[in-house]
């Protein structure tokens, strides 16, 4: 089992940053961020695969997002820019054993950029 603890979100102005942390209990092959607006289905947003050291990201944040991950920290962080409205959502820590599927999630955290 794998504990994950997200924490950094909160209410923004459109053009803004927000910094998300997540803290895990240990780390998987594939480490990442997905996103759930109200009424949407849930959408990858960012992915480090730590084997082998590559990050992917959804078109709509590249450019604008950055996954990092810290092991001595234990901490996977994404680091958002230039916020836009659309992307409010409640931002949840995911894991698993391979990025085409992420098992285990945190119990997110709230996003929400105003215009």
């Known amino acids: 089992q794998v504990q994950l603890a997200e924490s950094g979100g909160g209410s923004v102005e459109a053009g803004r940053s927000l910094r998300l942390s997540c803290t895990y209990s240990?780390?998987?092959?594939?480490m990442g961020w997905v996103r759930q607006a109200p009424g949407m289905e849930r959408e990858d947003v960012a992915r480090?695969?730590?084997?082998?050291?590559?990050?992917y990201y959804a078109d709509s944040v590249k450019g604008r997002f950055t996954i990092s991950l810290d092991n001595a920290k234990k901490t996977v962080d994404l680091q958002m820019n230039d916020l836009r409205p659309g992307d409010t959502a409640v931002y949840y820590c995911a894991a698993g054993d391979t990025c085409g599927l992420l098992e285990h999630y945190g119990q997110g955290t709230q996003v929400t950029v105003s215009p």
């Open positions: 480090f695969h730590t084997v082998a050291d590559r990050s």
């Open positions: 240990r780390a998987m092959r594939c």
